[in-house]
């Protein structure tokens, strides 16, 4: 697939058939993945490919757990109903892919960033220094992984929501302390085909110095 084609013809996939995903796929996906450019190349990304459903249900679960909790935190009555809409598919529907990936990623820190640090810089400042370059280079590694997966014939999502269940993923998944998710990202092949979501206009993206 030419990959002008590629990039405008993703969709985020929510639904998926019943159907196994390839692991010759799957190692060519990541494949491309990995050949994002990072911050001094330092690769910050490992991949879990969960195939394991009961596994899948357990992190769903976890999932439903944690978004009760924000729910009971919340003070407004309309984010408590869009949690609950977010708690029942937004933040869960990976649950009914057939595979899961699961994105990992690891501290960056620069050099940088440690003076910066020694300077006694806030840390919001340090963040408007340092836009977190580390984090940066895994969500390109993300973004070949879905396009690759598209030109595959795979649907994919991309999904930060699962991530408010962080530590008990962290657990379920055993993963070893020098990392942590940032991305739970669901693939198969896709039981839907969604109209284009709408984009903003160029003109008002883009800014031209002459
Ligand atoms: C960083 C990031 C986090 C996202 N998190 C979720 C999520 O938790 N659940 C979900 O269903 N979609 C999630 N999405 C998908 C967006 O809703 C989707 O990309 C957007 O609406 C545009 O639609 P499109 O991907 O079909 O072009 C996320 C996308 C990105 C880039």
Known sequence: MELFDAIKGRRSIRKFKDAPVKDSDIVAIIDVARKAPSPGNSQPWHFIIVKNKPLMKQLAEAVRKATDQLIGW???????????????SYYTLFENAPVTI??????????TEIILKEQSFNQEEILLRRPLPGLQGVSAAIQNLILAAHALGYGTCWMTGPIIAVHEIIKILNINPSKYPVALIP????????????RKGIEEIMTIIK
Do not use: H, M, N, Q
Not at 74 to 88: M, Q, R, V
Not at 102 to 111: A, C, F, G, N, Q
Not at 187 to 198: K, N, T, W, Y
């Open 102 to 111: 699961v994105v990992l990623t690891e501290p960056y820190i620069s050099d």
């Open 187 to 198: 693939i198969g092949i896709p039981d839907e085909s969604p109209a284009e979501r709408p």
């Open 74 to 88: 919340s003070k407004d009555e309309k984010t408590k109903k869009k949690l609950e809409g977010y708690k029942k």
